[in-house]
């Protein structure tokens, strides 16, 4: 049948080739080592859209976000050396977020290669170990071949990135070769006789917790995931920035295992019998650097589902190790019936968490928590919130009660800058969708350029930056550890609002409370990417407590 093929370059056989994997939407930033792939594309635009990006640290997040939010891989294209340099954080993001991304760096022609030519980088040793994968394409015939095992791997078991380098003579090259149709999904499920093990010791249980967390997810499995611990009465917690696998508002949830934890809830994560673990890796983060949970043997009975295999074992050693998909181990567990013993230990676990996302008064004029409980009861249910590191970030994780699948985009590396292009991102995903960005200061100056895609592509959605003056968790370590002795953590701010209007978006300031919600409806209504600078007393460095507090508190135990 080869005869009946038609001869194309390689920037078309590749396009082609994304085309045949669904891809709808691209990221990137141009350079001349792909012209063949950009010449590939222009055939193609009413199908597959690449969205041309200001920095490819933004438009790496961009397609980790993307990624993270359909489950799909996100597709990042940087041109080589510099390109493939500035892309490498959304790279690392999506590897510890287990969010499947297929990444494409320009390469020099194989002809050049290894001598240091022009912007050449060893993608293999350099993205090691921040991908699945990484590979090369020497030969032009075997594009579909290398995009097909991409995208399987990319989302097989525990998702992840994985990064292709294109030879520009593989590029140019022209091949009459075939397309492969779309990859599948792989996943595993639980055998019966992990089910069964999982019954018995749930069954002796006194006081279980569960713990959600990681990649792979989909809406139905949360759901019905949802369901089955309701049913049970088993509390669930959920791992540091996936607060969104399970309803909020339920009467089983039990609260955030993040970063800066109610101790209540560390407590009873602690002192639990069981710990069933599905999905989440159980990193630092979660474990409060490895003290919720102990390694290597865990004091707690601790059943890890995960959809890595590799995964299980290698940092805690399980009594039960389960290697399975999200929606598989649902769907082996969900008829399982445990009675009602759990139930008055998880009303208690619930009437904690309730206790703890009530905002408390902070210093200055501006009650952020308030302001995040506003949002938390004003967004659409399925509206999609965007954050980016710092500590204006613990609000938000605080007090915000997410409602659903898929409405949160977060770093778990706790990479600064990713809030903003992740909502450009999840507007051009989901335009129907109501998105919200909450940045830092610091944070949003990382890839805030990236207001010029937003309004280049129409993506309308009100961003908030939290404006402290100062990288404040930094200067939050700096108080602990060397009290009074500020260094390198202020920053002098520009008007945010003009920085927005600069860019043909809408502007707002926000000094006082109840400025905010007036602001915020402007913002909506405006049609444009919008900013919303929210000043906040520099002083109010957590939810709970103020710098004034933590410098005190350092000075005297120093005396
Ligand atoms: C890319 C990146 N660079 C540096 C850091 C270290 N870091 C963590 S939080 C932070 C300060 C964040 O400042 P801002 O966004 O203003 O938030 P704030 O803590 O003031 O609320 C820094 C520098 C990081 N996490 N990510
Ligand atoms: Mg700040």
């Known amino acids: 049948m080869k005869s009946d093929l038609k001869t194309r370059h390689g920037g078309r056989i590749l396009a082609d080739a994304l085309a045949a994997q669904g891809v709808k939407l691209a990221f990137g930033v141009p350079g001349e080592s792909y012209l063949p792939v950009l010449d590939g594309l222009h055939d193609l635009q009413d199908r597959l859209r690449f969205v041309v990006c200001r920095q490819e640290g933004g ?34 993001t999506g590897f510890q977020d287990s969010t499947p991304m297929v990444v494409f760096i320009g390469q020099v022609p194989n002809e050049f290669a290894e001598r240091e030519a022009f912007q050449e980088i060893d993608y293999r040793r350099m993205y090691g170990q921040m991908a699945k994968w990484v590979a090369q394409i020497d030969r032009v015939e075997r594009i579909p071949e290398y995009v097909s095992r991409a995208f399987h791997t990319a989302v097989a078991g525990r998702p992840g990135p994985v990064v292709l380098a294109l030879p520009e003579d593989t590029l140019f090259s022209e091949a009459a070769v075939a397309d492969v149709p779309k990859h599948h999904v792989v996943r595993s499920s639980p055998s019966p006789s992990q089910v069964d093990a999982l019954k018995n010791l749930l069954a002796k249980a006194q006081a279980p917790f569960v713990v959600l967390g990681g990649g792979g997810w989909s809406r139905e499995a949360c759901q019905r995931l949802q369901k089955w611990a309701e049913g049970n009465g088993l509390p669930v917690g959920t791992s540091f920035r996936c607060q969104d696998l399970f309803d909020n508002r339920s009467p089983s949830y039990a609260g955030d295992v993040g970063i800066g934890i109610n101790p209540k809830l560390a407590q009873r994560v602690k002192e639990a019998d069981v710990l069933l673990v599905i999905g989440a890796r159980l990193g630092e983060m979660t474990t409060s650097a490895y003290t919720l949970v102990e390694a290597p043997v865990p004091r707690q009975t601790l059943i890890h589902v995960h959809g890595g295999a590799e995964e299980l074992g290698r940092v805690y050693r399980p009594a039960l190790a389960i290697n399975s998909g999200m929606a598989q181990f649902v769907e082996a567990v969900e008829e399982l019936a445990f009675g009602d013993s759990w139930r008055g230990r998880t009303a208690e676990a619930r009437k904690e968490f309730l206790e703890w996302t009530e905002p408390r008064p902070m210093p200055g004029a501006v009650q952020y928590g308030e302001i995040i409980r506003w949002l938390s009861e004003r967004l659409p249910e399925d509206a999609i919130i965007a954050g980016g590191a710092g500590n204006f970030a613990g609000w938000l994780h605080r007090h915000f009660r997410y409602k659903g699948f898929r409405t949160q985009l977060g770093s778990t590396n706790g990479s600064m800058g990713y809030g903003y292009p992740a909502a450009v991102a999840a507007k051009l995903a989901e335009p129907k969708r109501t998105v919200f960005a909450l940045c830092g200061d610091g944070d949003y100056l990382m890839t805030g350029q990236e207001i010029a895609t937003a309004a280049q592509y129409g993506a309308a959605f009100v961003a908030v930056v939290v404006n402290n003056g100062l990288y404040g968790t930094i200067r939050m370590h700096q108080e602990r550890e060397y009290p009074g002795r500020v260094y390198g953590t202020e920053l002098r701010n520009p008007d945010f609002a003009a920085y927005a209007r600069a860019f043909g978006g809408h502007g707002e300031t926000v000094e006082r409370t109840a400025d905010f919600a007036p602001a915020y409806e402007r913002a909506a209504a405006s049609g444009k990417p919008a900013i919303i600078e929210l000043k906040i007393d520099p002083d109010a460095i957590t939810p709970a407590t103020t710098l004034s507090a933590i410098r005190e508190k350092a000075l005297r135990s120093k005396q």
Request: charged content about 10%; proline content about 6%; cysteine-free.
């Open 59 to 92: 438009a790496s997040y961009m397609a980790e976000a993307y990624g993270k939010l359909t489950g799909e891989p996100g597709v990042l294209f940087v041109t080589r050396g510099p390109g493939a340099t500035n892309g490498a954080v959304g790279v690392h």
